[in-house]
């Protein structure tokens, strides 16, 4: 069936530096979710991209989604301690599927 | 508060022993979900449903049950609850199901025995 990889599985970053997490579909997606997970709590959502090559800002997350409709990635600049969490992409092209996610750490 | 509630919210339970979830949205959401979530493995759903008496089988259905009668609320059935499911589970709802915002519940952290 159709499957959502999600990389990189763990990312340790220090305070103050980027990050990206990539959302990587085998068929063309409808539209994409993306969730964030504290540890401890559960998903929230983010922001859903629709359209080809589609780029939102919410401060410092930017989210892309592929001209091809299969990827989708959420870039955080200037990390903080605040972004500590799993984040998740989610498709529902014909059933919900999530990507297994990227746990972000924050060293300060 | 808009908000989807679980219950109970932690539970150990022994294999065998007949158990229930329960999920309650106050939102009017048509759409409604379980998922279970295990390191490693990401979000799987369990079950859906698109609206009241109307359920279909997510990708990791087997060992649990589901039933819709209200709309606001989708309890999760173990009828012989096993080992291999223990795990978090978080229900979860929206507005109109696919390529919608979905809200999700607290949480609950399951330990059969």
């Known amino acids: 069936g159709q499957q959502v990889m999600q990389i990189p599985q763990y990312q340790h970053v220090q305070e103050g530096e980027d990050f990206t997490t990539y959302c990587n579909s085998s068929t063309t997606l409808s539209n994409i979710q993306w969730y964030k997970q504290r540890p401890g709590g559960h998903p929230v959502f983010l922001i859903q991209l629709v359209k080809s090559g589609e780029v939102k800002k919410q401060k410092r997350l930017t989210f892309q989604f592929g001209e091809a409709k299969k990827n989708s990635s959420l870039h955080i600049t200037a990390t903080q301690t605040t972004d500590v969490g799993t984040y998740f992409c989610?498709?529902?092209?014909?059933?919900?599927?999530f990507g297994q996610g990227t746990t972000l750490q924050v060293k300060p | 508060e808009a908000q989807v509630t679980q219950n109970p919210r932690y539970l150990i339970t022994v294999t065998g022993k007949k158990l229930t979830v329960t999920c309650s949205q106050n939102?009017?959401?048509?759409?409604m979900s379980w998922y279970r979530q295990d390191p490693g493995l990401g979000l799987r759903q369990i079950y859906y449903?698109?609206?009241?008496?109307?359920?279909d089988k997510g990708d990791v259905p087997e060992g649990y049950k589901v039933s819709r009668k209200e709309k606001r609320n989708f309890p999760l059935i173990l009828e012989s609850p096993s080992p291999n499911q223990t795990s978090l589970y978080f229900c979860?709802?929206?507005?109109?199901?696919?390529?919608?915002?979905?809200?999700f519940g607290p949480g609950t952290r399951l330990t059969v025995l």
């Open positions: 989610d498709s529902n092209t014909g059933k919900l599927i």
């Open positions: 979860a709802s929206s507005i109109g199901g696919l390529g919608n915002e979905q809200f």
């Open positions: 449903s698109m609206n009241v008496e109307v359920t």
């Open positions: 939102m009017n959401h048509e759409y």
